[in-house]
Structure formats: C-alpha cells, structure tokens
C-alpha cells in the first residue's frame, strides 16, 4: 500500500497510522515526484468530457455570473468547455493502478474575474466539495462501495479572504504548487488573507501529516464513492475591506462573517472522481 492510501485510511484504519510514521512505507519514487513543486509543474492537463450522467451537475454552464450586476468569475486553465471536469494536475490525489491512488499536482488554477459592482471593498473566495460523505468510517475501504444517496456534507478546499478590491485574478500556483505535507501556513499575503481549509481535521490524527492546512488543497475525493463530486468555486463582493477573521478560521466562519455585507456572489462547478467504477477516471 502507498504512503497515499495509508494516510486516506487513517481515520478508519487504525492500523495505517497509529500515532507513527513507521506504520506507513515511504512513498514511492513516482509518489515523491508527484507530490513536489517541479514534478507537479510538468503536466500538462488533457481535456477529458463529462461522464454520463454528471450532466446538469455544474447546471450546463461552467461560469455563472450574477444577474444583477454582471460580476463573474472564470478559470484560463480549467477545462470549461469539456464538461468541467478537473484533471489531476489540479488534484490532491489522482487514480493510480497500485493501492487507488496517489499525490496529484495539488496546483491552484488561475482564477479572473470582473464587473464588481459599486461599493465592493474587498472579495472573499471558497472552494468547496458538497459531495463529501458523512460517514468517514466507510471512506477508502476495501470492499465497501459509497452508494450516490448517502448522506453528504460540505469539505472546504480553499478559504481566502480580505483580497483587495483593486484585485481581478489569481495566478495559477499562486495559493499551491504540489502537494506539501503538514500543510502551507496561514498569513496574509498579496492575495488576501487565508483560512484553514477541512484537510486540517482530516490529517489530525496523523502524525505524518497533521498541520494547519491553509491556501489551495485540491480534490481527494474517496477511491470507493461511485458519486461524482463536485467542486465549487465561488467568489463574494463584499462592502468591507475585511472581515476581521483572525487565527485558524474556517469555511464556516467565512459564510457567518459574510452575513448582511454580500453585494454578488459568482460562481462555476466543476467535477472530479477517481472511482473507475463510474466511469474512466480524469486525465492524469
């Protein structure tokens, strides 16, 4: 089993951490390259269509743009026009023949937008996956299958705030560039202000792993789940010039803080899996 597979099962295979690092083999060769900055910056993403059946995930329309006021958001690098599927250069993990999985290019995609309407003082971004189950004890366990209609939740990915409201983009790798173990460090940078994204508790009982997670951690979605996950970006216009988040806030803490200062919110879905029992998983 790789390291990966190891680290995902933590929490419902005591036996993969259990408090040491010994438990778990070190990655393989082609892991390690994977999972650093210069490995991950080779790729270059192919375009792969929509699965049957995720139509209507992403409502038909990879951009959406608030009616109002025209504010939208869009990606130059995520595939839109094939279906919105990410691919694994944007993945925290990516399928693998050997043990499901393995580290993907973790790299944050280049994000644009405009048309803020009057007022705006600042944005906030989140990144979400709505699709995650609520029951961590069947997740990436061998001869269990998560079936579509099992109870979901919300899985934060991304969580950036106080970005300047002179700001229209960030660059690609800008907020992750390859997959970095015990996590990025929260701060304030020319961006915004970050936020601890959910892989923070995932990898908290592992002593491999654990550590504040902030900036950009793409999709993992579980190896055994045959529901197609999707991901949201979503971008908020804001009347304040913060919101006066501070230590290791969360995606909830974003949407409490954002109550009765929202001016527009833009968004696009996009889709990602690694369960070949959908259907062939996502380029590589």
């Known amino acids: 089993m790789n390291r990966l597979s190891c680290l995902l099962l933590a929490l419902v295979l005591p036996a993969c951490s259990g408090g040491s690092t010994d438990a778990t083999p070190a990655p393989t060769s082609e892991t390690t390259a994977a999972a650093t900055p210069e490995a991950a910056a080779e790729p270059t993403p192919e375009v792969t269509p929509a ?3 995720s139509e209507g995930l992403s409502e038909g329309v990879s951009v959406q743009v608030d009616e109002a006021t025209g504010f939208n958001i869009n990606s130059s690098n995520i595939p839109t026009a094939e279906g ?3 691919g694994g250069i944007n993945a925290f993990c990516e ?3 050997i043990d499901h999985v393995r580290f993907g290019g973790n790299i944050s995609p280049q994000l644009s937008w405009g048309n803020a309407p009057s007022g705006t003082k600042s944005f906030a971004l989140l990144m979400f996956d709505p699709d995650v189950p609520t029951t961590p004890e069947r997740v990436n366990k061998e001869g269990v299958s998560i079936p579509e209609d099992a109870p979901r939740t919300r899985f934060y990915h991304w969580v950036l705030v106080d970005i300047p409201a002179a700001r229209t983009e960030i660059p690609e790798k800008a907020e992750g560039n390859g997959v970095t173990e015990k996590g990025k460090p929260q701060e304030t940078n020319q961006y915004g202000t970050r936020g601890t994204n959910d892989f923070t508790g995932w990898f908290a009982s592992d002593d491999a792993m654990k550590g504040t997670y902030a900036g950009y951690d793409g999709p993992c979605p579980p190896w055994n789940d045959k529901k197609i996950h999707r991901y949201v970006f979503q971008l908020v216009a804001l009347d304040v010039e913060t919101l006066g988040l501070e230590g290791a806030f969360t995606g909830g803490d974003v ?6 200062h929202e001016l527009a919110k833009a968004s696009f879905t996009t889709v990602y899996w690694v369960n070949p029992a959908i ?4 380029a590589k």
């Open 51 to 53: 699965p049957a059946g």
């Open 84 to 86: 919105t599927v990410l």
């Open 95 to 97: 399928p693998a023949d």
């Open 255 to 260: 949407i409490t803080a954002m109550a009765g």
């Open 279 to 282: 259907v062939a998983p996502p």
